[in-house]
């Protein structure tokens, strides 16, 4: 029996993602793609109705473009385009992304997925199955699912609602406890697979990666809308990107707020007193800078630049330190609810105390008291949609986002602070852009040589440091 796996609707805005892999399909199909071409094996395993070649596969004004055509080819009526990865890149872990358009016609299947390295030693499905994003005929729901072996064929799935037409980005985020799925990054379904949980040993092996376009099969079926072909499939980019957080998505270097189930932020109490998660907002006290501890260890910063202290468990957790020893490291636990845990070196969780003492890391199991989330800047305050006639201060809003044209606006409460540093950062942590800005509104171009792409965005107050992601399409 499959165990239930969690869906959530929450999820962090900043995960510290090093790009490692990428094909942007700007001059051309890169040179780590394989291309299958026949019509497989019992029409690749799923009665599939043509025959992939590889001239079905074109890159148009900076886009891969699959297409498929109703034509007669090798014995079959349709043709179209299947490409891998496999032998030349693969992965273990990390968020493998693509920005897609599909066609959506009746028989349309395409597919953005991937397949364990071992396939050709152990077979499918003991290889195990990501698919990324999967979506049939007209349907305005795309897929993400698991396929794997546990004493037989078994899967897990999810689905959500998408105008599939349009551009989006789907994602999966893989590390050691869970598959996370996305669409333009938000979390729509989740798979547990810590310690190889229902025989889930399959997904903490290397993958690669496919693309291709079916006409017809097991899961669209064979009624197929000849005149709606030749249609395609068109994608922006795929990108590779691993942690650097020690594999488990801690988000280091970046500015971050913990809040616990009770729905309140620990605060560091400027390390004059043992650290509560008792405060309704995220002001500078409830702000801590994730940094490398080593290892896979990270440490926790407070705005007085002191670390916090395990205190080995002995007693409440105290933001005082001046250096990183072994009771300022902590594991960053992921979750499969999407939450986080903090382990101490003495291997026991911390524990909010459901804000009503002291935080104290003695916890021998995670429960609800030693899960929280995380985000960046200030998370208590969830800001509206913003246009420019907007006339009341907010925290921190960055529109548009993406960013046409190079030039967006940064909104922030003057109030609070009338002048704040500006900082963007590509995704190998290289600042590419600084500026200062003043009196709550700048409006910023950027340099016209930057990529597309995703970028962090900081912006530094004598109240700290917040971050956004930040796309320039």
Same mark, same amino acid.
């Not at 291709?212 to 994608?235: C, I, Q, T």
């Not at 205190?311 to 490291?329: F, H, I, L, Y």
């Given at each position: 029996?499959?165990?239930?796996?969690?869906?959530?609707?929450?999820?962090?805005?900043?995960?510290?993602?090093?790009?490692?892999?990428?094909?942007?399909?700007?001059? #051309?199909?890169?040179? =780590?793609?394989?291309? &299958?071409?026949?019509? @497989?094996?019992?029409? $690749?395993?799923?009665?599939?109705?043509?025959?992939?070649?590889? !001239?079905?596969?074109?890159?148009?004004?900076?886009?891969?473009?699959?297409?498929?055509?109703?034509?007669?080819?090798?014995? /079959?009526?349709?043709?179209?385009?299947?490409?891998?990865? !496999? @032998?030349?890149?693969?992965?273990?872990?990390?968020?493998? &992304?693509?920005?897609?358009? *599909?066609?959506?016609?009746?028989?349309?299947?395409?597919?953005?997925? /991937?397949?364990? =390295?071992?396939?050709?030693?152990?077979?499918?499905?003991?290889?195990?199955?990501?698919?990324?994003? &999967?979506?049939?005929?007209?349907?305005?729901?795309?897929?993400?699912?698991?396929?794997?072996?546990?004493?037989?064929?078994?899967?897990?799935?999810?689905?959500?609602?998408?105008?599939?037409?349009?551009?989006?980005?789907?994602?999966?985020?893989?590390?050691?406890?869970?598959?996370?799925?996305?669409?333009?990054?938000? *979390? +729509?379904?989740?798979?547990?697979?810590?310690?190889?949980?229902? #025989?889930?040993?399959?997904?903490? &092996?290397?993958?690669?990666?496919?693309?291709?376009?079916?006409?017809?099969?097991?899961?669209?079926? %064979?009624?197929?809308?000849?005149?709606?072909?030749?249609?395609?499939?068109?994608? =922006?980019?795929?990108?590779? +990107?691993?942690?650097?957080?020690? @594999?488990?998505?801690?988000?280091?270097?970046?500015?971050?707020?913990?809040?616990?189930? %009770?729905?309140?932020?620990?605060?560091?109490?400027? #390390?004059?007193?043992?650290?509560?998660? %008792?405060?309704?907002?995220? !002001?500078?006290?409830?702000?801590?800078?994730?940094?490398?501890?080593?290892?896979?260890?990270?440490? *926790?910063?407070?705005? %007085?630049?002191?670390?916090?202290?395990?205190?080995? #468990?002995?007693?409440?957790?105290?933001?005082?330190?001046?250096?990183?020893?072994?009771?300022?490291?902590?594991? $960053?636990?992921?979750?499969?609810?999407?939450?986080?845990?903090?382990?101490?070196?003495?291997?026991?969780?911390?524990?909010?105390?459901?804000?009503?003492?002291?935080?104290?890391?003695?916890?021998?199991?995670?429960?609800?008291?030693?899960?929280?989330? $995380?985000?960046?800047?200030?998370?208590?305050?969830?800001?509206?949609?913003?246009?420019?006639?907007?006339?009341?201060?907010?925290?921190?809003?960055?529109?548009?986002?993406?960013?046409?044209?190079?030039?967006?606006?940064?909104?922030?409460?003057?109030?609070?602070?009338?002048?704040?540093?500006?900082? *963007?950062?590509?995704?190998?942590?290289?600042?590419?852009?600084?500026?200062?800005?003043?009196?709550?509104?700048?409006?910023?171009?950027?340099?016209?040589?930057?990529?597309?792409?995703?970028?962090?965005?900081?912006?530094?107050?004598?109240?700290?440091?917040?971050?956004?992601?930040?796309?320039?399409?």
């Amino acid at each position: 029996m499959i165990a239930l796996m969690t869906l959530i609707g929450w999820t962090a805005n900043a995960q510290n993602w090093q790009l490692v892999w990428a094909d942007e399909f700007t001059n #051309g199909i890169g040179p =780590d793609w394989v291309f &299958e071409t026949g019509t @497989g094996s019992g029409g $690749w395993g799923n009665n599939e109705l043509q025959y992939y070649r590889q !001239q079905n596969a074109t890159v148009q004004n900076g886009e891969l473009v699959i297409t498929a055509k109703n034509e007669s080819f090798g014995g /079959m009526n349709y043709t179209s385009a299947r490409m891998k990865t !496999q @032998g030349k890149k693969s992965w273990k872990y990390g968020k493998i &992304e693509a920005r897609m358009q *599909l066609p959506a016609f009746q028989g349309s299947w395409p597919a953005f997925w /991937m397949l364990g =390295d071992n396939i050709t030693s152990v077979g499918w499905p003991s290889c195990g199955e990501i698919d990324i994003m &999967e979506q049939t005929n007209t349907s305005d729901h795309v897929l993400g699912t698991i396929h794997w072996n546990n004493n037989g064929y078994v899967y897990y799935g999810g689905n959500t609602a998408a105008s599939v037409t349009g551009y989006h980005v789907y994602s999966i985020e893989w590390d050691a406890n869970a598959i996370k799925w996305f669409v333009d990054g938000n *979390l +729509y379904h989740t798979a547990n697979i810590q310690n190889g949980i229902n #025989g889930t040993s399959e997904f903490h &092996e290397k993958f690669f990666i496919i693309l291709n376009l079916a006409v017809g099969g097991n899961l669209p079926g %064979n009624n197929v809308n000849n005149g709606a072909l030749p249609a395609s499939v068109k994608v =922006d980019y795929v990108r590779v +990107y691993q942690s650097t957080g020690g @594999g488990t998505g801690a988000p280091v270097g970046q500015t971050i707020w913990l809040r616990g189930s %009770n729905g309140q932020y620990a605060s560091s109490e400027n #390390g004059a007193v043992p650290m509560n998660c %008792n405060r309704n907002s995220v !002001q500078g006290w409830e702000q801590f800078t994730v940094v490398s501890a080593g290892g896979s260890k990270i440490a *926790l910063r407070g705005s %007085n630049g002191k670390y916090v202290s395990s205190m080995n #468990g002995q007693s409440g957790m105290m933001c005082d330190r001046t250096t990183v020893q072994g009771w300022e490291a902590f594991d $960053w636990v992921s979750n499969a609810n999407g939450t986080i845990s903090l382990r101490g070196n003495n291997g026991l969780y911390v524990s909010s105390e459901n804000g009503q003492s002291p935080m104290i890391c003695d916890r021998t199991t995670i429960q609800g008291w030693e899960q929280f989330t $995380w985000g960046t800047g200030a998370g208590a305050r969830q800001a509206p949609e913003l246009d420019s006639e907007l006339s009341e201060p907010v925290a921190l809003t960055v529109f548009p986002n993406p960013v046409t044209n190079h030039e967006f606006k940064v909104r922030w409460d003057h109030q609070v602070s009338p002048e704040v540093q500006l900082s *963007l950062m590509d995704v190998s942590g290289k600042t590419v852009y600084t500026a200062v800005a003043k009196d709550g509104l700048e409006n910023v171009v950027l340099p016209s040589h930057l990529r597309k792409g995703v970028y962090i965005l900081g912006i530094t107050s004598e109240k700290g440091t917040e971050t956004r992601n930040l796309i320039i399409k």
